[in-house]
């Protein structure tokens, strides 16, 4: 660790061989999370090879000192995501929220819901009809076609023209 402390790179690389295997099963205890493990490891050990040079042997081993400051980084880590969900959780409470106008949702559906009972009285039968049970049925135009006892191409018509005078009387724009 001292030679680490005044820039040895072969020093660093045993120094590393030796504890990113702990270090990494430290941070991984802390975090459970494999990706954020590797991330906080990499991090122990760029501070390792930039402080080394702090390092006492007198107060304990290389390995104890790697290690405390490895979890010390882990235990951050996992301080700054509770504090930042906290944040979150907060703002969405200050947050306003509109309020929902039920009665009011509910009177726009029935007036919706009267709007294309007119329109469709102002189809013909046929019409009427193909559409009622393909769109209020599910039917498909071939079953549509078998239930009226009519060609599938004179049904496709009827329906297409049908929702193209529907359109209009809703007044959706196109």
Known sequence: MVLVGRGDDAAFESLYEAVSGPVMGLVYQVLRDPAQSEEVTQDVLVEVWRTAGRFRPERGSAMTWVLMLAHRRAVDRVRSAQARGERERKLALLEPMAPFDEVGEQV???????????????????????????????????????????????????????????????????
């Open 108 to 174: 726009e559906a029935r007036l919706e819901h009267q709007q294309v009972r007119r329109c469709l009285e102002t189809l013909t039968e046929l019409q009427r009809e193909s559409v009622t049970l393909a769109y209020y049925r599910g039917l498909t135009y071939r079953q549509v076609a078998e239930s009226l006892s009519q060609p599938v191409s004179a049904v496709k018509a009827r329906i297409r023209d049908a929702l193209i005078r529907l359109r209009d009387c809703l007044g959706v724009a196109r």
